[in-house]
């Protein structure tokens, strides 16, 4: 069975910097894409930036220069280097990632989300 655990939420200052992580686990033939999303109280989830397999990435407007995407395919983990952190980034952020399970079809597996919180 896929998993997907995302640590690295917690409370930091404007203009500090925290590092999400998700790895996934499970009987895994490959992994596609890789991303982070976010959601803020009364918003609507939303793109924060995206790997694809062969390194191309892609980043919302608002974070873009701020945080950077990256991935550790030997140890099937995804990263998000959040810097110069602002109030208006607090939210859950969620993993998903793109799997090809063993004997099975690709499929979108989402994390249970990891809370940022950035105080002014």
């Known amino acids: 069975q896929v998993q ?28 596609n894409a890789m991303g982070w999303y976010r959601q803020a109280p ?10 694809t397999s062969g390194g191309t990435t892609n980043y919302a407007k608002s974070v ?30 969620y993993c998903n990632v793109g799997v090809v399970p063993d004997f099975r079809p690709p499929t979108d597996y989402w994390g249970k989300g990891t809370l940022v919180t950035v105080s002014s």
């Open 64 to 93: 873009k220069g701020r945080f950077t995407i990256s991935r550790d395919n030997a140890r099937n983990t995804v990263y998000l280097q959040m810097n110069s952190l602002k109030p208006e980034d607090t939210a859950v952020y």
């Open 4 to 31: 997907l655990v995302e640590s690295g939420g917690g409370l930091v200052q404007a203009g500090g910097s925290l590092r999400l992580s998700c790895g996934v686990s499970g009987s895994i033939s490959s992994i």
């Open 42 to 51: 009364g918003n609507q989830r939303e793109l924060v930036a995206r790997i």
